[in-house]
């Protein structure tokens, strides 16, 4: 079976700081993907980073970094400075190699509200 | 470079008619994916198909839910008999298929069922 949790429902921070956002996922199979999106009020999911289950590097793009570490199955992402802009829904999601090809599981989102 | 499109954006509609949505892929993308998102809640995937073959459905897509993709190109979602339950976000991605495991996600369409 694959799940992902994102226990925090509900983030409110001030403009300019730092705020990470948790993923936790559970598969069986072997390689796997994994994905955080953005969903803005607009409602369109917008696609931020993949990452492959055998790539545990940790990646920074801009004020965006995320920490990817299999050995708790978690897939946690930062954002550095954060601005008002920032404030959306956000999804982690994960992708097996299974018999469920195809198929994205989604976590139920963490709303983030930065106040200026 | 066109993202993937969806419409109608909102569609609302009283309990026991028929709606069709219609999306259309990013050029090239061979493979085309229907969501459903319900207020509070990530989205649940509904089917895909692989050029114009539908190769994976949920439980969630009961009988009165049909999807098709004709000449492998848009896709159209169809539910019959609509009911309040099915008011919510629709949404379409696509992807490339093995070589890029992406699903780019369209704007959705918004429905509600009265």
């Known amino acids: 079976a694959q799940k992902v949790t994102q226990a925090q429902t509900e983030i409110s921070v001030v403009e300019k700081e730092d705020v990470t956002l948790d993923c936790v996922y559970e598969t069986r199979d072997t390689t796997y993907y994994l994905f955080w999106y953005k969903q803005p009020p607009s409602g369109e999911l917008v696609f931020l980073i993949r990452?492959?289950?055998?790539?545990?590097q940790n990646e920074i793009s801009g004020r965006y970094s995320w920490n990817f570490q299999k050995s708790t199955s978690s897939f946690n992402f930062t954002i550095t400075a954060s601005q008002v802009v920032d404030s959306a829904v956000y999804f982690c999601?994960?992708?097996?190699?299974?018999?469920?090809?195809?198929?994205?599981?989604f976590g139920r989102g963490t709303q983030l509200t930065v106040w200026p | 470079d066109t993202g993937v499109s969806q419409d109608p954006r909102h569609k609302i509609t009283k309990r026991g008619q028929n709606v069709t949505f219609r999306c259309d892929p990013i050029s090239e993308h061979n493979r085309l994916y229907w969501y459903r998102q319900t207020l509070g809640q990530g989205p649940e995937f509904l089917t895909y198909f692989q050029n114009e073959a539908q190769l994976e459905k949920s439980r969630l897509l009961s009988d009165r839910f049909s999807a098709e993709r004709p000449k492998g190109s848009f896709s159209t979602l169809e539910i019959q008999r609509t009911e309040q339950g099915d008011s919510a976000m629709y949404l379409c991605?696509?992807?490339?298929?093995?070589?890029?495991?992406?699903?780019?996600f369209g704007p959705g369409t918004r429905l509600l069922v009265l």
């Open positions: 991605a696509s992807s490339l298929g093995w070589t890029e495991e992406t699903q780019y």
């Open positions: 999601a994960l992708r097996g190699r299974g018999s469920t090809l195809g198929r994205l599981y």
């Open positions: 990452r492959n289950s055998f790539d545990e």
